[in-house]
């Protein structure tokens, strides 16, 4: 279960490690990014942010553009990018679309065939690389772990925190396709991995269901751009999420941001804020440049 | 003369422009990203910084992945991002090499054959593109214009500052080629060129050799990571013009940037600082961070 690390590039004033991994659950070699900010010891480890990446991602792009490391080296805050699939498998078909297969695994654990051989990227998040990160790296603290994500790796931040009460101190999103059982990616995507007969397992995979059914509070942060192409095309659903949540009584904010498209120029622009609304809940926030504040310096 | 706006994305609060015009020097299609903060109208046109990037990247690197914007915007900062050669021109040879040729115009207008064809950036960057840009936006204020680069980049902004006195504000340089023609990079640069007899050329293009000739005060900033493989091979030589400022009486500040390495890892941790060297100079600094303090809160 240990890890192979490929490369350690200083940033921020701390380190990004390139990490490679055997993992169980997908049945392959995992790659993945780890950046430790400088204050993360074994005596003083950090608390930790992870952040899903969006369809045809990799762990790469949100660590090479994202601007997470920029609040995170303040804060004290580690973030873990993971992949967004199993690689080379070579199932049939797997690497035929941009929204299925490789570089798509929705965070489920698939349970047609032949997808249950290895897209398992549910139990891969959530508790195979957790587990390894934790035992291998004593300068990360397991007991505080927040998430976020984009797009798809925002519907996998939502139901990973929705459905593992605890598990996360707080969630956040860029982008996310909150309705999944109700747009075409997320059909495609749970017909493909569930099939399409188990409608069930589709909703317990969706974070508009799932927000119904959740108990206790939640301080749920989500950015929305109004220039996003996949957000007016119907596929991110942010009104049916909100409504849930109206609906329920959870604390949900959506922010509709003016203009804003789906691409890593919007995640970078407020990164910040999701760092920061991480930091409360991980207990790092100081207070110095609150999320308002910071994005009405902008 | 006029551009093609092929994109405009929103970005930390402004608007990135994907620019592209036929440029006269470089007988070709230019493309360039243009970042106008929302601070930016023609009745109160915003300062200019131009970053010149290096060795195989386009205007996209920096737009990406140097997270410039990010000051820029509440500095009330325009970032140019221009190509760094010309493109498509079918020159024999052109696309062999990746420190030659395109992707390699290294910021000088060529004088040998074939390559005076084109291989204009030096009158590219300092006369048509400015030109171009500041009569058709009028959002720009072309009286303040400041200058950065990385490695290739950085001799770029040493040079055109230091050979232009007063037509830049400021410079500053990441990870900059500051003595060219005594590191394989530049001797094959300016050798193909300028051709290898035209040693007088090359010297016109050499940051030391223009420190040690310049008339007046200079207050240069410069980012050099340690772990740099290009600074351990000695393509960089910032010690040399280290050399020259001390003994020319010069302002020159090197800082020595422990572990860095010469990627966009690095530029984007330092990118603040350099935009906030820039904004004292271009009028817009208001002392709320800075450049020191920005670093050691890392």
Chains 1, 2 share one sequence.
Not at 126 to 134: I, K, N, Q, S
Not at 171 to 181: D, E, H, L, Q, R
């Amino acid at each position: 279960m240990s890890f192979e690390t490929t490369a350690t590039i200083a940033s921020f004033g701390g380190k990004l490690l390139k990490l490679a991994h055997q993992a169980k659950s997908t049945s392959c070699q995992m790659k993945l990014n780890l950046y430790l900010p400088s204050t993360a010891t074994a005596s003083k480890p950090a608390p930790v942010l992870i952040y899903l990446a969006g369809l045809t991602c990799t762990g790469d792009n949100g660590a090479e553009k994202g601007f997470f490391q920029h609040m995170a080296s303040k804060r004290g805050i580690a973030v873990v990018y993971p992949d967004t699939s199993p690689r080379g498998l070579d199932l049939k078909g797997e690497d035929e679309s941009y929204d299925f297969g490789s570089g798509a695994g929705f965070y489920v654990d698939a349970t047609a065939e032949p997808w249950k051989h290895g897209y398992r990227m549910y139990s891969y998040i959530t508790e195979e690389l957790p587990g390894a990160l934790f035992k291998e790296f004593k300068e990360l603290d397991g007991s505080r772990v927040s998430i976020t994500g984009h797009s798809m790796g925002g519907h996998g931040a939502l139901t990973l925190f929705l459905r593992n009460p605890g598990k996360y101190k707080s969630v956040s999103a860029f982008a996310p396709i909150t309705n999944p059982v109700n747009c075409p990616w997320g059909q495609k995507a749970f017909g493909g991995y569930f099939g399409e007969e188990n409608k069930s397992k589709w909703h317990e995979h969706d974070a508009t269901e799932l927000l119904k059914k959740y108990k206790g509070e939640t301080d749920i942060l989500i950015d929305v751009g109004t220039g996003d192409n996949f957000y007016k095309q119907g596929q991110l659903l942010p009104e049916n999420f909100e409504k849930a949540a109206k609906e329920a009584g959870k604390g949900v904010k959506v922010r509709y941001q003016d203009g804003y498209d789906h691409s890593y120029f919007f995640i970078s622009t407020f990164a910040n804020d999701h760092v920061e609304h991480a930091a409360k809940y991980l207990g790092v926030y100081d207070g110095e440049s609150s999320p308002r504040a910071e994005r009405q310096k902008l």
